[in-house]
C-alpha cells in the first residue's frame, strides 16, 4: 500500500523542493533588479546635479576669463598713459564690462570658496574705481574715462587681477572635484551592485541550498520511515502464518480432554514454526541493527575461494557449474572477512535459485582502473526483470515464493559500510543476472593486520 502512494508522495516532495530552491533565487533576482531600480535613479540624480554644476563651472570660468581679459586690457592702456578720446572710451567701455561681469558672477558662482574670491573682487574693483576718482581729483580731470595712474594700476594688478586668477583657479578645481565625484559615484555605485548582485546570488544559493538540504533530509527520513513501515508489514505478514499454525493446534488441544498431549506431528510443526521465526527475526534483526565491519587486510580472492567451496555441495544439485577467475597475485582490501563472505554466498545462493535446471555460474575478482576492486558474480539464468532492478535492494521485496527479501538488502548495507557499493544489472543480450561489489582497493588501504595470505 505504501509503495503505491510513493510516486505521488515524490512527486509532491519534488514540486516543494523546487519551489524551496527557486523562491530564495526569485527573491534575490527582485532584490538585485530593485537594487539596480534605485542605482539607476541615484546615478540619474547624481548626474543631473553634477551636471548643473558643471555648468555653472562652466559659466563662471567664461565669466572670469571676460574679467581677465578687461583687467589685463585696463592695464595696458594705463601704462600706455592712453588720455585720448578713444583710449577714454575704451576705458569707461571695460570698467562698465569690468561691473556686469561682476554682478554676473555674484549671481553664477555659488561654491563657499569662488563667493569669497567674488567678494575679494568686488572689494578690490570697488577701491580701483575710488583710487581713479581720487587720482582724477587730484589733476582736476574727468575720472569717467581717466586712464588708471600708477596707485590705480598697483591695485588693478595686485588686487583685482590675483583675485581674478584665485577665482579662475578655484573654479578649474572644483569642477576637477566634480568630475571626480562624478566617477566615484559611478564606480561605487557599480561595486555596490557588484556586492548586492554578489551578496543576492550568494544568499539565494545559500537559502536554496538550505531548503533543498532540508527537503532532501526531509524525503530521506519519508523514505526511512516508508521503508520501516514496510518492513514492520513484512515482519507481521511472516510471523503471522506460523504463530496462526501454532494457534490453532494449542486451539484443538484446549478442545480435547485435558489428559491428552499433543501428537509428536503437531509438536514437530510447533518446532518448525518457531524455527522459522526465530530465523525471520534474526534476519530482521540483522538488517535494522547491522554489526560493525571489522577491517582487516584480507585476500579477496581467497575469501572468494572459501565461500565457493562451501557451496559446491548445493551447487552440484542445481547441476550448476562453478568458475573462480582471480588474478595469481592477491587482491588485498581493507574489510571484514566474515561479512564480505556472507555477501558472496548470498548473491550465489540468489544464482542458484535461480537455475533451477543448471547453468554456470562465474565470479570474478579484479581490479577498477579508479583504485577500486570488484567482485562480479554471473549467472545463466533468466536475469532479473527491469521493473525489478529500482527496487532490488528494498527490504522484503522478493521474487521468491519463500523468501523474506532481506538478503539483498542486507548485502547491500554490508557493501556501503565498507566505502564500497553493490550495484544489479542484465548481462547484454539475456545471458543472465550480474552483480558487482566494488570495496575500496589497495591504494586506499590504510594498513592493518592480515588476516589472509
Known sequence: MSGANEPGGRGVLTRRLLFRIAWPSLVASLLFLTSCAAAAVYLGWRQAATVRALEADLHGRRLVDGLLKDLSELIEIGLLGDDS??????????????????VES?????????????????????????????????????AGGLPPGRAALTILETD????????????????????AAMHRTASW??????????????????????????LERAMIHAEELAAAGRMAAGMAHELRNPLTAISMLVQLQREKAEEEGLPAEDLQVIEREIARMEERLKAFIDFARPSRP??????????????????????????VEIKLVRPEEPIQVQADAEQIGRVLMNLTMNALDA???????????????????ELTV?????????????RLFEPFFTSKE???????AISERIARDHGGSLVASNQPEGAGARFVLRLPGPSRILGGPSSRA
Open 106 to 142: 555674484d549671481v553664477t558662482v555659488n561654491r563657499p570658496e569662488a563667493v569669497r574670491i567674488v567678494d575679494r573682487l568686488e572689494n578690490g574693483f570697488r577701491r580701483y574705481r575710488e583710487t581713479v576718482a581720487a587720482e582724477a581729483e587730484a589733476d582736476d580731470r574727468v
Open 160 to 179: 583685482v587681477r590675483e583675485a581674478a586668477r584665485d577665482l579662475d583657479a578655484e573654479i578649474a578645481e572644483a569642477t576637477a572635484r566634480s568630475l
Open 402 to 408: 519463500a523468501g523474506l527479501g532481506l538478503g539483498l
Open 189 to 214: 555605485t557599480a561595486w555596490w551592485l557588484a556586492g548586492v548582485g554578489g551578496l543576492a546570488t550568494i544568499a539565494g544559493l545559500f537559502f536554496g541550498y538550505s531548503a533543498a538540504t532540508g
Open 85 to 102: 578720446g578713444r583710449g577714454r572710451a575704451r576705458v569707461a567701455a571695460l570698467h562698465e564690462d569690468v561691473r556686469q561681469l561682476l
Open 294 to 319: 571489522e577491517g582487516r587486510r584480507i585476500d579477496l580472492g581467497a575469501v572468494a575461494a572459501e565461500t565457493l567451496a562451501l557451496l559446491q555441495g548445493r551447487a552440484a544439485k542445481h547441476r
Open 378 to 390: 554471473d549467472d545463466t539464468g533468466p536475469g532479473v526483470q527491469p521493473d525489478a532492478l529500482p
Open 355 to 373: 537455475m533451477p535446471r543448471g547453468g554456470r555460474l562465474t565470479t570474478t575478482v579484479s581490479r577498477a582502473p579508479d583504485g577500486f576492486v
